[in-house]
């Protein structure tokens, strides 16, 4: 299994919907949970941070924890054609800040105007 | 601010061949990385160092060397490439904004592909 998992994709929605991103890990120790934005030929940049459980806001995202399921997932709201890009899911273990972050294989989404 | 920078960009070498990625940052961050990018795989950790003086493996690790020169620099080394490792080769470096918010900066990486 692997440690960080998430689905594919293309995921596609129309201008102005909700995007549902989903991310699964194999670690129950993992401490923090992070949302790397990629654009097709560039380099990730972090979008969302989460720490403990519950829901975390900023602007237009989103992003939901639950440890017990072992589950963190991404929403956008308001979808935008701007927000098309490769969306990775990313988990550190540990508790000490040499830990290593897993990075799951990203999802692709398109925002269809 | 610069960031991180990567050299080369592009890069085209023969197997059997050996070449060396530059990194560096200037944000005065303790901890860079090493990954490679294939489709379909995500990012997957080579090298990181959690401070000057120290580098440890991570998840693919086979076929590179690193050295952390200073702070600032840190090189991926192939020293006899092989096709399978044609991939684009990320840099990052980390700083902790607060409990658990470990954040990556990511270089704009090298197009390496090896023939």
């Known amino acids: 299994q692997k440690e960080v998992e998430q689905n594919s994709g293309p995921l596609s929605v129309p201008e102005g919907a909700i995007a549902s991103l989903n991310c699964t890990y194999s670690d129950r120790g993992s401490q923090s949970f992070f949302w790397y934005r990629q654009y097709s030929g560039k380099s990730p940049e972090l979008i969302m941070f989460i720490y403990s459980n519950g829901d975390k806001e900023d602007g237009r995202f989103t992003a939901q924890l639950n440890k017990a399921s072992q589950y963190v997932s991404l929403l956008i709201r308001d979808s935008q054609p701007s927000d098309s890009a490769t969306y990775l899911c990313?988990?550190?273990?540990?508790?000490?800040?040499?830990?290593?972050?897993?990075f799951g294989p990203g999802t692709s989404l398109s925002v269809i105007p | 601010n610069a960031g991180v920078t990567q050299t080369p960009k592009f890069q085209v070498l023969k197997t059997g061949q050996s070449m060396t990625l530059q990194c560096a940052q200037d944000?005065?961050?303790?901890?860079m990385y090493w990954y490679r990018q294939d489709p379909g795989m995500g990012l997957r950790l080579i090298y990181y160092s959690a401070s000057e003086g120290t580098t440890d493996k991570g998840e693919v690790p086979n076929g590179y060397n690193v050295s952390r020169l200073n702070k600032r620099e840190f090189s991926l080394r192939l020293e006899s490439a092989a096709p399978s490792q044609t991939s684009v080769y990320f840099c990052?470096?980390?700083?902790?904004?607060?409990?658990?918010?470990?954040?990556?900066?990511f270089g704009p990486g090298t197009r390496l592909t090896v023939l």
């Open positions: 944000m005065n961050h303790n901890s």
């Open positions: 990313a988990v550190r273990t540990g508790k000490t800040s040499y830990d290593k972050v897993i």
């Open positions: 990052a470096s980390q700083w902790i904004a607060g409990v658990g918010e470990h954040t990556q900066y």
